[in-house]
Nanobody
Framework: QVQLVESGGGLVQPGGSLRLSCAAS????????MGWYRQALGKERELVAR???????????NYADSVKGRFTISRDSAKNAVYLQMNSLALEDTAVYYC?????????WGQGTQVTVSS
């Protein structure tokens, strides 16, 4: 079993920044992908950014068009952690953000962390 613990959400003004963190623990032998999704009130969950891990150090990165140039996803393989640096936050970025890890071909989800962008 794999557990994910997220942190870093909160309230920020438009134009501000936040950094989300997610640490995976448990019986982890291989991680195939790590990423962040979000779900705004009344909307479906959507991909924000993800890393597809190819080998130990190579990754393919995907971003939603709405966050390109503003958000950056990164990982620390030694800690089984994934991060999301969010800059130039806008009102429409308000949502619950969920960490996702694909390990041993199985999807695991974090509990979600609220990000609220408001003036």
């Amino acid at each position: 079993q794999v557990q994910l613990v997220e942190s870093g959400g909160g309230l920020v003004q438009p134009g501000g920044s936040l950094r989300l963190s997610c640490a995976a623990s448990g019986r982890i032998f291989s991680i195939n992908g790590m990423g962040w999704y979000r779900q705004a009130l009344g909307k479906e969950r959507e991909l924000v950014a993800r890393l597809i891990i190819v080998g130990y150090t190579n990754t393919n990165t995907n971003y939603a068009d709405s966050v390109k140039g503003r958000f950056t996803i990164s990982r620390d393989s030694a800690k089984n952690a994934v991060y999301l640096q969010m800059n130039s936050l806008a009102l429409e970025d308000t949502a619950v953000y969920y960490c996702n890890v694909v390990a041993h071909g199985v999807n695991y989800w974090g509990q979600g962390t609220q990000v609220t962008v408001s003036s």
